[in-house]
T-cell receptor, first 114, second 111 residues
Framework: ETGVTQSPTHLIKTRGQQVTLRCSSQ?????VSWYQQALGQGPQFIFQ???????GRGNFPPRFSGLQFPNYSSELNVNALELDDSALYLC?????????????FGSGTQLSVL | RKEVEQDPGPFNVPEGATVAFNCTYS??????FFWYRQDCRKEPKLLMS???SGNEDGRFTAQLNRASQYISLLIRDSKLSDSATYLC????????????FGSGTRLQVQP
């Protein structure tokens, strides 16, 4: 158990809808990163939040947005869902920024867009 | 060239075999590297970190070749429980803890 929890575990939406995914980070961790993992691929970095501010973004369109709250939990919002958004969405928390230390992943939210 | 490249496999090996995976990376400034293990549709879990020339942990050995920009993972005496996808991971840059994952190498250990 990593102490990182994500909800919901599974979700089915239709094209054009909006979705919000949630993540509770491990106690004491102030950095949260979100990743998208399509079937057969490695996780792709979406964005990272550090102390409630976006701290970097991958190659994802603006309809992917996020928030981090004072308790360091986080949300990932996706608007205007497309079929290609179907994937496993992973949240990872860590203690501070910078490379070289362990990321703690949640078990993910499996999103299916029909 | 992709930032991180791996042979997707699958590598099918018998129990007890030794197997090695390679991973090449494009950013010559990268200082730290990781191998994560991922079981089918579960979250990735850190297997090993590689900061200098290499690292060893029991049956697992990771090596780094900076000149050729690749890292390797060697698994000795393979167990059935080693069956998983092994992800090679390189930080995106030094300012963030965001990571670039390879697509993974799938290992299937057979009885």
């Amino acid at each position: 158990e990593t102490g990182v929890t994500q909800s919901p575990t599974h979700l089915i939406k239709t094209r054009g809808q909006q979705v919000t995914l949630r993540c509770s980070s491990q106690s004491g961790h102030n950095t949260v990163s979100w990743y998208q993992q399509a079937l057969g691929q490695g996780p792709q970095f979406i964005f990272q939040y550090y102390r409630e501010e976006e701290n970097g973004r991958g190659n994802f369109p603006p309809r992917f947005s996020g928030l981090q709250f004072p308790n360091y939990s986080s949300e990932l919002n996706v608007n205007a869902l497309e079929l290609d958004d179907s994937a496993l969405y992973l949240c990872a928390s860590s203690l501070g920024r910078g490379p070289g230390e362990k990321l703690f992943f949640g078990s993910g939210t499996q999103l299916s867009v029909l | 060239r992709k930032e991180v490249e791996q042979d997707p496999g699958p590598f099918n090996v018998p129990e007890g075999a030794t197997v090695a995976f390679n991973c090449t990376y494009s950013n010559s400034a990268s200082q730290s590297f990781f191998w994560y293990r991922q079981d089918c549709r579960k979250e990735p879990k850190l297997l090993m970190s590689v900061y200098s020339s290499g690292n060893e942990d029991g049956r697992f050995t990771a090596q780094l070749n900076r000149a050729s920009q690749y890292i390797s993972l060697l698994i000795r005496d393979s167990k059935l429980s080693d069956s998983a996808t092994y992800l090679c991971v390189v930080p995106l840059d030094t300012g963030r803890r965001a990571l670039t994952f390879g697509s993974g190498t799938r290992l299937q250990v057979q009885p």
